[in-house]
């Protein structure tokens, strides 16, 4: 059926760069709405050879569920290339916790969230301190909970291991003694997100990241059933 409004533009009409953003857009929100937009109109040209496409697609059920990432291999390269967040967020979890490559993982952290990606910035600011580098770790996580604030520093911690729910992670030397390192001398105030001080706030973040590597922490409800 024909469209009604003689004003609503068609596809054909269109010029090629407004449809190449529209596509990147519905790209950045869904891969699925991205692939179901290119399976329906077969005459859009705007694969993921595009590096519009490729740098902005968003592959949301891979950052749950980053231990699939095996199965689109030829996919992940072609988003590495073009240095889109998600796959850089994605390859550094696999690297650090998969494959126990955590200076290859760092460098994919770090580069995800030197382009924006909140929670790829929590995760390379948590490593940092586990790993030993506990005042650049502290600077990473302040900045970050200074511009975003504590409400989305604790759901980017629940959204990261969801993620880590299904990677095999390990408890490493390194993260006992940052662990024991950080722990204030006395508990200024109770383990809860709202309550901490700047005494205590990074110890606190430690706490959660030490509990999820010993698996106390429970699964996020997210997680169940992935």
Request: charged share 20%; net charge negative.
């Amino acid at each position: 059926m024909e469209p009604t409004n003689p004003s609503l533009p068609r596809l054909d009409t269109m010029p090629d760069d407004m449809l190449r953003l529209i596509i990147s857009k519905v790209g950045s929100s869904s891969s699925t709405d991205y692939g179901n937009t290119m399976l329906t109109c077969k005459s859009l040209n705007f694969g993921l050879d595009d590096p519009l496409i490729a740098k902005t697609l968003s592959i949301a059920p891979l950052v749950k569920k980053p231990h699939l990432a095996h199965r689109y291999e030829k996919l992940m390269e072609s988003l590495l290339a073009v240095h889109n967040l998600d796959a850089h967020y994605v390859t550094g979890m696999r690297e650090c916790f998969l494959f126990d490559n955590h200076f290859l993982g760092l460098h994919h952290l770090r580069l995800a969230s030197k382009g924006g990606h909140k929670e790829a910035e929590y995760l390379y600011g948590i490593l940092h301190m586990a790993l030993g580098w506990i005042e650049e770790g502290k600077k990473i996580l302040s900045k970050l909970t200074d511009d975003e604030g504590l409400a989305f520093v604790e759901l980017s911690w629940e959204n990261i291991q969801t993620s880590l729910s299904q990677l095999n992670v390990r408890m490493r030397d390194e993260y006992v003694a940052s662990f024991m390192i950080m722990q204030p001398d006395v508990d200024c105030h109770p383990r809860v997100m709202n309550t901490v001080c700047h005494k205590c706030y990074h110890a606190y973040l430690m706490s959660e990241f030490f509990d999820m590597v010993l698996g106390l922490n429970p699964v996020p409800a997210a997680a169940v059933g992935a």
